[in-house]
């Protein structure tokens, strides 16, 4: 039985974003529970070392690690701009137009009341985004206030987490952005929907499995306090030997050769 054009709506549109769904609740629970089988948790130990690598580096590391935030947050900042940006436009497009967008080159549902669903869950999706990328941006200068803090003992865990966080949001910010785009082909129809979440759902499964092994990383923080050990042993040494070569039983023998 063939469906209607009312019906293929009913049917795709809800798979397509079970797939989205279904593919990131397992991403979540692979995170939580087997971080090192996953992009997210390989690089959230390579974050973790950042951060204890940088914090050990004394003025140089931090100088060096707020670059790195820097451009994280003017990252987080211009997406977050874009998501407003964009959902302004489309909020202003559907309170204004009597009468909306109305594409006719696929098969679908082109009532008004399913083409108001489509511009309100794009709507919601570039605010969801929004919010998440202005999360990220709170987490990344907060990690920079605490890099900067001056003679204080600030924990290594507490920087850790805020950029760790402001790492997980902007990551949710940049899924929701994928989610948008195939709302957005929603407009054309179901089936470019559908087509754009399995398409999608493929290629992130394959960008989000890591096999590389994590690395233990190993910061020497005793290397300079252990090479000055044999400076102290010389200098010590070489001072004895001044003071023997000045004592008078050394003296004596070329007082009396001349």
């Not at 998501?83 to 109305?102: D, M, R």
């Not at 790492?167 to 948008?180: D, E, I, M, P, S």
Request: net charge positive.
């Amino acid at each position: 039985m063939s469906l209607g054009k009312g019906s293929i709506d009913l049917v795709l549109v809800p798979s397509g974003l079970l797939l989205m769904f279904g593919y990131h609740l397992i991403l979540l629970y692979r995170v939580l529970r087997l971080p090192q089988t996953t992009t997210i948790g390989f690089e959230n130990h390579n974050k973790k070392a950042w951060v204890d690598g940088m914090l050990r580096g004394g003025s140089s590391g931090a100088e060096l690690g707020l670059g790195v935030i820097s451009a994280s947050i003017s990252a987080s900042s211009t997406l977050a701009s874009l998501s407003i940006g964009l959902s302004s436009l489309i909020g202003a497009w559907v309170g204004n137009s009597s009468k909306l967008f109305v594409p006719q080159l696929f098969y679908g549902d082109d009532s008004l009341s399913t083409n108001s669903v489509k511009y309100l869950s794009l709507l919601a999706c570039f605010l969801a985004a929004f919010t998440s990328f202005v999360q990220a941006t709170r987490y990344f200068v907060h990690a920079s206030f605490l890099i900067t803090t001056l003679d204080s003992d600030v924990p290594m865990s507490y920087v850790e987490t805020a950029v760790i966080r402001g790492g997980n949001f902007f990551t949710v910010g940049l899924r929701l952005l994928y989610l948008a785009a195939t709302l957005l082909l929603w407009v054309f129809g179901p089936i470019p929907m559908f087509a754009s979440s399995l398409g999608i759902v493929i290629t992130l499964s394959i960008f989000d499995t890591n096999t590389t092994p994590l690395h233990n990383f190993r910061h020497s923080s005793s290397g300079k306090k252990e090479s000055k050990t044999p400076d102290v042993g010389a200098s010590q040494a070489m001072h004895a030997s001044s003071s023997y070569a000045k004592s008078p039983m050394y003296t004596t023998p070329s007082i009396m050769s001349g």
